[in-house]
């Protein structure tokens, strides 16, 4: 049965931290063992990323019934593009409140954990962010009572977090092996140039 993974993308998102799960889900259609499908949803019909370029995604929210996906995914973005306007709209917090209450699959990538705390769903769990700059992410995560750790990945039950663009593509792989298994994992990596 074919997994579907919701790709919610706030305005000003990272377009390096979302197209890594768009290419190892579509490398696993592809070439690997299939049964993944990734879908992008925004809350607007188009989208502008961080360095200026503008995305359309498939869908706005109010056209996706949440209850067809089995994982939920968001690429972080940056503040002086309008990131968090998005990440911390209540329609998108309510997306991760109900993944969350449905005990689905979260990921994000760097400071997309914030929209995952600014939700409340972090409030006593591990978690992780934007580990530069002072650390001043990591001191707002903590503020929104997460236990911040400093381990490039955080997995908390079916929370995973992780503190830099530089994990992209390890969190990407995460949610193949998640949804499917560590061989099939193992074979998307390898045909990818990531596993010898």
């Known amino acids: 049965m074919t997994k579907r993974i919701m ?14 799960f768009t290419d190892v889900l579509g490398w696993n259609q592809f070439e690997g063992a299939g049964g993944t499908e990734l879908v992008t949803v925004g809350l607007r019909e188009q989208l ?9 995604p498939e869908y706005t929210l109010d056209q996706v019934d949440l209850a067809s996906f089995d994982a939920l995914v968001i690429p ?26 449905q005990d689905k699959w979260i990921a994000t990538i760097c400071v997309a954990a914030l929209a995952l705390g600014k939700s409340g769903i972090l409030q006593g769990k591990k978690a992780t962010t934007y580990n530069g700059v002072g650390s ?25 977090t992780s503190y830099n663009p530089s994990t992209g593509f390890d969190v990407a792989f995460l949610v193949l092996e998640l949804l499917t298994n560590a061989e099939n994992r193992q074979h998307v990596e390898r045909l990818m140039g990531f596993r010898d």
């Open 7 to 20: 790709m919610l993308l706030a305005d000003g998102f990272e377009a390096v931290e979302a197209s890594v």
């Open 48 to 56: 502008r990323c961080t360095w200026n370029f503008t995305v359309v």
């Open 76 to 101: 972080g973005g940056f503040e002086e593009a309008g990131f968090y306007e998005d990440a911390y709209d209540e329609a998108f917090l309510d997306v991760i409140r109900y993944f969350y209450a």
């Open 136 to 160: 001043v992410r990591q001191a707002q995560l903590r503020e929104f009572g997460a236990e911040v750790l400093q381990d490039p990945i955080v997995m908390d039950g079916k929370i995973i």
